[in-house]
């Protein structure tokens, strides 16, 4: 069984950073790709970011190309998203995700690629 626990959400004003972090406990991190989701208030559970087990591929929802950015330490078990130029329609909880994987250089892009999931950290953006 995989513990992931998300942190580093918080309320920002549009324009500034957030660095999310997801640390997972329970088996070894580098087989499994992971990625982030988030769902906002009435809204669809919508792909965000994924990394592979090697950390050498990743992907990204159109919206958040280019502003954010997803990376992963093997050795502290932990993949971070680091958020820039955050904007109002960024605003959501925020969940990790992570898919036991013997591929190395697979991203998925899916919900129901994932099998583990954490509780989710909230990020706010006001205007």
């Known amino acids: 069984q995989v513990r992931l626990v998300e942190s580093g959400g918080g309320l920002v004003q549009a324009g500034a950073s957030l660095r999310l972090s997801c640390t997972a406990s329970?088996?070894?991190?580098?087989?499994?790709?992971m990625g982030w989701f988030r769902q906002a208030p009435g809204k669809e559970h919508e792909f965000v970011t994924a990394i592979t087990r090697s950390g050498g591929s990743t992907s990204f929802r159109d919206s958040v190309k280019g502003r954010f950015t997803i990376s992963r330490d093997n050795a502290k078990n932990t993949v971070y998203l680091q958020m820039n130029s955050l904007k109002p329609e960024d605003s959501a909880v925020y969940y990790c995700?992570?898919?036991?994987?013997?591929?190395?250089?697979?991203?998925?892009?899916?919900?129901?690629?994932?099998?583990?999931w954490g509780q989710g950290t909230q990020v706010i953006v006001s205007s």
């Open positions: 329970g088996s070894t991190f580098s087989i499994f790709a």
């Open positions: 995700a992570a898919r036991r994987t013997t591929y190395l250089s697979t991203a998925y892009v899916l919900r129901s690629d994932y099998e583990y």
